[in-house]
């Protein structure tokens, strides 16, 4: 018997809005994001905006300081 697992909601299209609403590109939000201690790649953020990869708390905290908003700006409408 084959079990679906449930897939995780997505917040990268939120991520990617918040990104262009601050008019930043995706390199500088990483250079950013390095800076700040993260070893995040480009590529690997362009797959948190795309859905296909799983960010970390601590860089979801350090994006909510560099795009200047809360918590539930990263959660609009995903269904929680």
């Known amino acids: 018997m084959?079990?679906?697992?449930k897939q995780d909601i997505s917040i990268g299209s939120n991520i990617r809005?918040?990104?262009?609403?601050?008019?930043?590109?995706q390199e500088q939000v990483?250079?950013?994001?390095?800076?700040s201690g993260s070893e995040l790649s480009?590529?690997?953020?362009?797959?948190?905006e795309?859905?296909?990869y799983n960010i970390?708390?601590?860089e979801l905290n350090?994006?909510?300081?560099l795009f200047k908003c809360d918590y539930?700006?990263?959660f609009i409408n995903t269904d929680m």
């Open 62 to 65: 350090m994006l909510k300081k």
């Open 42 to 48: 480009r590529s690997s953020y362009s797959q948190i």
């Open 72 to 74: 539930n700006a990263f």
């Open 2 to 5: 084959s079990q679906k697992i």
């Open 30 to 35: 990483v250079a950013y994001l390095q800076l």
């Open 50 to 52: 795309c859905g296909t």
């Open 56 to 58: 970390r708390v601590s």
């Open 17 to 25: 809005s918040l990104r262009k609403k601050a008019h930043l590109t």
